[in-house]
C-alpha cells in the first residue's frame, strides 16, 4: 500500500514564477492537508481539503498562493509568482477521516521548494 | 487559539542512555489528542507515539513514553536505551477531538537530538 506520494521531491523556481506542488494521498484517503516547514522551524498549517472542497484555508497566505483536491488526481498546491520567502518544504499529508483519534495524518515527504 | 511549545531547541544523549524532551501546550478545550513525530535528515514524518486527552495512563511505545499531565497542559517524551538511529528533530504536536474541528495538527518549533556513540 503506497504511502502519500509528493512529487517533485525537489523544486526550484526563479523569482516571479509559478511552483505547481503535487500530492497524492494514500489509497482510500479522501482527506489531504498541506503544511510549510520553513528552515529551523516546525510545520505550519495552510490548507484542509476534501474531495473538490476547500474545508479549512486559515493557515494559507492571502495572495499567490491556491490549493485544489479535485474529484480525479492528486491534489496541487499552487503558487503564483514566488518570492524569496517561499522557500520552504511543503508537505502533504492525508487522512481516510477528519477527526478521528484512530486516523492519524499521514505524511509524505515533502517538496523542497528552493527560489533563486 | 491552541499553541505547542518545546523549549529545548537541542538535545544530547550518550547512546543506551534515557533523554526526555519537553512539550508544553495551551488550550482551553477539554478533550484532544497530543502526538510526537520524529523527523529524520530524510525529511519523513515518522508518528512515534500518540496519547488521547482523557486517557490518565500515559502512551507507551516500546523504548518511547510519555509522561502526560493535563492539569500542567505538559506531554514529554522519554527514549530509553537510545540508539544511533533515533537522532532526528521531534516535533510534538496537538489536535483537537470537538465535531467542528478540521483534524489539523499544530506543531510546536521541534528539538534536534543528537546521540553520541
Redesign the interface.
Known sequence: NAGVMQNPRHLVRRRGQEARLRCSPMKGHSHVYWYRQLPEEGLKFMVYLQKENIIDESGMPKERFSAEFPKEGPSILRIQQVVRGDSAAYFCASSPRSSSYNSPLHFGNGTRLTVT | AQT?T?SQPEMSVQEAETVTLSCTYDTSESDY?L?W?KQPP????I?VI?Q?AYKQQNATENRFSVNFQKAAKSFSLKISDSQLGDAAMY?CAY?????S??????????TTLQVKP
Do not use: A, H
Request: no cysteine; charged share 20%.
Open positions: 505547542v518545546q489528542y502526538f513525530y530524510s525529511r519523513q514524518m508518528l500518540r488521547e516535533f489536535r483537537s477531538s470537538g465535531s474541528n478540521t483534524g489539523k495538527l499544530i506543531f510546536g518549533q521541534g
